[in-house]
């Protein structure tokens, strides 16, 4: 068995940062692959970030690309979204999830899923 556990979310103003946390537990993910997505309200979940096993490769969705940074710390069991001059419309729930295969941005690909935390960008 194995969980992921999302931390860091909450009120955050447009133009300012906030570090995204996901810590496993129960299991290395050292070998997996991670990701995270989010939903807005209304919408469907959506891919946002992956980083690769060894952390060489990452990919992000168009809508965050320059201002989101995917990490990992292998040490720690954990993976980070580092969000950078968000917007009103990164407002969402943000999951992180865990996976076998290689960076993807297939929900499907992803075996383990956090419960997700909240991000509302807002003044």
């Known amino acids: 068995q194995g969980a992921l556990v999302e931390s860091g979310g909450g009120l955050v103003q447009p133009g300012d940062s906030r570090r995204l946390s996901c810590a496993g537990s129960?299991?290395?993910?050292?070998?997996?692959?991670m990701g995270w997505f989010r939903q807005a309200p209304g919408k469907e979940r959506e891919f946002v970030a992956a980083?690769?096993?060894?952390?060489?490769?990452?990919k992000y969705s168009d809508s965050v690309q320059g201002r989101f940074t995917i990490s990992r710390d292998d040490a720690k069991n954990a993976a980070y979204l580092q969000m950078n001059s968000v917007k009103p419309d990164d407002t969402a729930v943000y999951y992180c999830?865990?996976?076998?295969?290689?960076?993807?941005?297939?929900?499907?690909?992803?075996?383990?899923w956090g419960l997700g935390t909240q991000v509302t960008v807002s003044s």
């Open positions: 999830a865990a996976s076998r295969i290689n960076v993807s941005q297939r929900e499907s690909a992803y075996d383990y």
């Open positions: 129960g299991r290395t993910f050292n070998l997996y692959a």
């Open positions: 980083i690769s096993v060894s952390g060489a490769m990452r």
